[in-house]
């Protein structure tokens, strides 16, 4: 084996339990991580990639089980590895970042305790609190999060999720892994958040030397970052190789399907549609404050997160409310779908007839024609 081979997945097959779509998870899938290489894993939902990378930490759901095949960390078959052993890689010289901070973290730890515990679960020998402090300051700051000193007494829910995504990056890199697995840490982040998260991805990895299987269904995101890349479907590879003879030069049908279907790779669509006639939703002046309770001694902070909108929608229209996290674009639309928040003020005229201020029809009522589907897939 060659020295600069850290990760070789060899012929990796997890079964499935009986009933479903299909006999196994993962099947007959070979891929492999250098140092100092960022392999990029592409499919769709389902196609196996974040089951590939669950299986090389030991962390598959229950119910399933590798069937046949080898992975090799540093030469080592840990394919059937014991749980001591498992629990002595994990968060050492191999780490993860899982997809959602928010579930990752402990809700009710604060970030810089967490960070800590990452560091003293393979400490040896155990650092004064002096020393482990100042790691978790150190780790902080190498990650570009602001004014480290005050962000370590945080909770979780306290941070935004670029931020807390960062704390997920920063536990991760405590012990100096060789080998990093990115379970798609960038999908729920904004376009612009998430060019800061590759780029200190790629900035880490460059300084450690580390070799990183990213996994990521997002063509642009292999293109920013991939050395290499890997592409599953149902289970399989159906292709692999460098990212310019991937991207440049696909083989595959699917790889064909998956860069053509990349926004902005299609000439935008030309159908007619005649946008006229009263509003079916208009808003103006639309406000909403929170306020949020800071302790018995200290006073409620108030935050405005939306200042004097104004919107309007018309039939067959479709209107784009864009911005980056925390731009407030999502409060509009949630104050013009009460209950799930009412705005604070506002004059809101609906499906024509129906003007109202704070008191709209009930949401979901028989007399209101408005529904939602939230960020997390809820349907109102």
């Not at 084996?1 to 099947?27: I, K, T």
């Not at 996994?215 to 190789?241: C, K, P, S």
């Not at 790779?265 to 946008?275: F, G, L, Y």
């Not at 919107?311 to 479709?318: I, N």
Request: hydrophobic share 40%; charged share 20%.
């Amino acid at each position: 084996m060659s020295d600069d081979l850290l990760l070789s997945v060899e012929h990796l097959s997890v079964e499935l339990p009986h009933g479903g779509d299909r006999s196994h998870a993962v099947s007959d899938v070979s891929l492999s991580v250098g140092r100092n290489e960022i392999v990029c894993l592409v499919g769709e939902s389902g196609s196996g990639k974040s089951i590939t990378a669950h299986a090389v930490l030991g962390l598959l759901p229950s119910g399933l089980e590798i069937g046949t095949g080898a992975i090799k960390f540093s030469g080592e078959d840990i394919a059937h590895a014991s749980e001591d052993a498992m629990r002595g890689l994990r968060g050492g010289p191999i780490s993860m970042i899982f997809q959602e901070p928010l579930s990752a973290l402990n809700p009710l730890a604060r970030v810089g305790q967490q960070i800590a515990e990452a560091i003293l679960v393979h400490a040896s020998p155990r650092p004064s609190r002096a020393e482990l402090d100042a790691r978790v300051l150190e780790l902080i700051t190498a990650v570009g999060l602001p004014d480290p000193a005050t962000l370590v007494r945080s909770y979780p829910f306290q941070l935004s999720g670029g931020q807390r995504q960062r704390v997920m990056i920063a536990m991760a890199m405590a012990n100096n892994p060789a080998l990093l697995l990115a379970d798609e840490p960038t999908t729920a982040l904004d376009v612009t958040t998430q060019q800061q998260i590759l780029g200190l991805i790629r900035r880490l990895q460059a300084e450690r030397g580390m070799g990183v299987l990213f996994i990521t269904h997002d063509f642009g995101v292999v293109a920013d970052i991939a050395d290499r890349v890997v592409v599953m479907r149902n289970g399989r590879v159906v292709e692999q190789g460098s990212v310019d003879e991937v991207l440049r030069r696909p083989k595959d049908d699917y790889t064909k399907a998956l860069i053509a279907a990349v926004p902005g790779s299609r000439p935008a669509s030309k159908v007619a549609r005649d946008i006229e006639g009263e509003p079916l939703l208009e808003a103006h002046g639309l406000n909403k404050t929170f306020v949020t309770s800071q302790g018995l001694f200290r006073p409620a902070r108030t935050t405005a997160a939306v200042r004097d909108v104004a919107l309007s929608l018309r039939p067959r229209e479709t209107v784009a409310v864009v911005g980056e996290s925390g731009s407030g674009k999502s409060t509009p639309v949630n104050a013009l779908t009460p209950p799930i928040e009412a705005p604070t003020t506002a004059a809101i005229a609906a499906i024509s007839s129906s003007i109202w201020m704070k008191t709209p029809p009930a949401f979901g009522s028989s007399t209101d024609s408005r529904s939602a589907i939230s960020e997390d897939g809820v349907i109102g």
